[in-house]
């Protein structure tokens, strides 16, 4: 089948470029790896941040400042600004499309307090916000007409004269390769917080596969030392705690049950005073008890429930456990307002870099980041497919495709790739996670080459092709090693400390590094890392412009 758009990811992201990018007479399509239902957008359970009059030009202003100020000198003002005038927009169109955000005593949009803003902004929908809106959006992208193509995992892009022409994807029913040309691409397939397992709030298949994507197609990736480590998992299971426990007056004390921090800092700051009271042998918990319960089961019903569920706690009148995990990626694919170097290929959500959060984002904007740049992404996407006929096939990188699945069914193998990843995910949270430095990062740079030798030898005990588990979770971890390999070369590189970036070898900030750090693979295994100058990025906006 081919369409005029494919769109790459059905988070927010993907599915608000799909629904911009429909017309009555194109077609669109959204490819997911998995179950449509699945994403980390539903999972976003805090809620999404707008100042919701638009004319209320002081209050964008602070929202402006306070995502700047978040971004610690590496966000761009001009994406900024446009995000932020974006927001009401947004959320009128998501009312549109059936999002129904908590109200007050007024009967207008409720908002909340949330981590490093001066002001109450963030809409939501109990503490179930991204779950919602994703309801929503799918419903409105299948009365559009969107076809979701399911359980495809897309391997690479194709593309003629550094102009798209489609994407090559395993059906995971049968494992066979499937090509779908496109006049236009959008990839929206979510970041790679996944990489760090057993110490994520992702799924373990979260893997930064568009990330790898891209750099087999030849784009620079940006800002990938900066990963965001939430204040509050639970204990153990990893389970998000959302940011509004803390919003609607939950304290974190210590086992002596003393606060010691701004429960409302920003998260590189929570995280990093959590990480030390743990350090220093102290438990760190979630204080919820001076909170009425109707007040709880009204505003935090999931939490509510998760906390008895998964860890049998009452959080009415009990104390609940939580430790930092890794949980956003603020690095991804560079591009300038959803554009890249390839011509028809456009990059939104997490998965990307629009220059919004720099080294750390605020809480609530990742939802709206996904929802403004989708929405972009899909009208730049329809316009570009307007105007553009559908161009042949590179069959060179469909053969090469072919004989990695061959080969991964073809031979017998002694190693698990189970294992490799657990070691993959200990290894990164242990040397390259809220604290580095120097020797840190060498231990995990060489574990991470060495894994990434080893799971050359990977293949399938299963050899059946249905359904085969096996061969997408291989792939997966070959996508995860190179990803993570690209975060250790920046951190090493960075040689600072900046927002979610804690090197203990140098902890303060820089003022002449206050660039963002670019890294491609001219060849498989060989990187190059390099800051970006402000030359660089002007060619880069003069290139986008002439696209």
Known sequence: ???????????????????????????????????????????????????????????????????????????????????????????????????????????????????????????????????????????????????????????????????????VAIRRIDSSLMVYPAKAVILAGGGYAGIYRGHSTNAQDYTGDMLAIALRAGLNLKDMEFVQFHPTGMNKSSYLISEAARGEGGHLVNSDGKRFVDELATRDIVSRAILKEINDGKKVYLDLRHLDKEHIETKLPSLYKAAYNQAGIDVTTELLEVTPVAHYSMGGIESLMTKTDIKGLFVCGECAVNNIHGANRLGGNSLLEGAVFGELAGENAREFAKHKDFLPIDYNIVVKDQKVVDNIFDRDTTKNFNSMRISMGETMFKYAGIHRDYDSLIKAFDYIKYLRKQAGSLHCIDKGRNNNVELISILELKNALEVAEAVVLSALEREESRGAHSRDDFLESDADKERSILVNEPKKGFFKVWYENKSALLNQVIKLIKN
């Not at 919701?52 to 602070?62: Q, R």
């Open 1 to 167: 089948m081919i369409y005029d758009v494919i769109v790459v990811g059905g988070g927010i992201a993907g599915l608000m470029a799909a629904i911009e990018a429909k017309t009555n007479s194109n077609k669109v399509a959204i490819v997911t790896k998995g179950n449509i239902f699945k994403s980390n957008s539903s999972l976003a359970s805090g809620g999404i941040n707008s100042v919701l009059d638009k004319n209320d030009t002081h209050e964008i202003k602070k929202h402006i400042d306070d995502t700047l100020k978040g971004g610690y000198g590496l966000s761009d003002k001009k994406s900024v600004s446009y995000m932020c005038n974006r927001a009401p927009h947004i959320i009128k169109k998501l009312v549109s499309y059936g999002v129904e955000f908590d109200k007050d005593e007024n009967g207008e949009i409720a908002q909340r307090s949330f981590g490093g803003g001066i002001s109450k902004r963030t809409c939501y929908v109990g503490d179930k916000t991204g779950s919602a809106i994703m309801q929503a959006l799918i419903k409105k992208a299948k009365i559009m007409g969107v076809t979701f193509v399911a359980n495809n995992f897309v391997m690479n892009i194709t593309k003629l004269n550094n102009q798209i022409s489609g994407v």
